[in-house]
């Protein structure tokens, strides 16, 4: 039996479904550099060829998604490779498979000192979404030793301010054990803790829970779009009206989380999740009955675009 819905009430759900999210989102774009300290002074020693590996790690959504304090080490195996060897590239594949994590950054340290080496990040963007920034580096040498920073929020919650953004600030930068080896020196040969060990600060020597260096965010701007749509406009759906076979071309290949199909009463009827950075998509909706339904587009960095599809 066929529903009816009054012209009214249809129109009042399609505006319901069009108006979703047209909140604002946010940027802060961010020079980011890190000056090292490590001397006898500070410290009960340095080793005789004291280095840093580089410096890495990401922007992300959620407290503890890259590193967690205070928990078994390792995580991940990147945390581990980083902590004993300053070997990166498995925790680079982490986060650039990590749904939660927006983008991986690395800088080397110059010069190959203990005591004032700089890596430095320029022009690193971070959005509302993926707020918080965790970094970390090996102290090289070490048995499994790591200075981080870990589940920065940027977003002071000050809106009037720079958008809600951190202004310029300088924090201080300490070191970690990874629980992973339990040599007590820096040329300690390899002996694996057995069980793992929770990641902790070293407190005691040779570095005695003294800073291993400081750590400035430089705001360079921040920028709040009063349309999340912006960037999804420029998405094209077609052909519209169609039988249910349709392309969506995405030829700037914005990150897709879903897409949702909605009837006008506002029931999901499709979804299809985890879509990124696809130049075109074809989607099959010819098991949906004749009708006009709601197409949403939902972006990974929360972004949303609602559009009408017909299918005949």
Do not use: C
């Amino acid at each position: 039996m066929k529903t009816f819905i009054p012209s009214k009430l249809y129109f009042l759900l399609l505006s319901s479904l069009l108006s979703i999210n047209l909140f604002g989102q946010s940027t802060a774009n961010y020079d980011i550099s890190i000056t090292t300290i490590w001397n006898a002074t500070d410290h009960t020693s340095i080793p005789s060829d004291p280095h840093w590996s580089p410096l890495a790690g990401g922007t992300h959504k959620n407290i503890n998604d890259i590193l967690e304090f205070g928990a078994t080490a390792p995580l991940t195996d990147g945390i581990k490779d980083i902590a004993e060897t300053g070997n990166t590239s498995n925790f680079q594949s982490e986060i650039n498979g990590n749904s939660n994590a927006d983008q991986y950054l690395q800088s080397g340290f110059s010069p190959r000192a203990a005591e004032n080496s700089v890596a430095t990040l320029n022009g690193v963007t971070v959005s509302e979404a993926f707020p918080y920034i965790t970094l970390v580096s090996m102290v090289a040498p070490s048995p499994d030793w790591f200075i981080a920073v870990n589940n920065l929020n940027l977003r002071s919650g000050n809106n009037p301010d720079s958008n809600g953004w951190e202004n310029t600030f300088t924090i201080d930068v300490f070191a970690y054990d990874a629980g992973t080896d339990d040599g007590t020196d820096y040329e300690s040969g390899n002996s694996e803790s057995t069980p793992r060990q929770s990641i902790s600060m070293i407190t005691g020597s040779p570095i005695n829970g003294n800073r291993m260096g400081t750590i400035t965010f430089t705001l360079n701007s921040s920028v709040l779009s009063t349309n999340q749509n912006d960037s999804l406009e420029n998405i094209k759906l077609f052909p519209n009206p169609s039988k249910g076979n349709i392309t969506i071309s995405n030829i700037q290949k914005i990150d897709l989380n879903t897409i949702e199909v909605y009837s006008v009463l506002g029931r999901l009827v499709t979804q299809i999740s985890t879509i990124k950075r696809e130049p075109k998509l074809d989607l099959d909706l010819t098991r949906l009955n004749h009708g006009i339904y709601i197409l949403k587009l939902n972006s990974i960095n929360g972004q949303s675009r609602t559009q009408k599809l017909i299918i005949r």
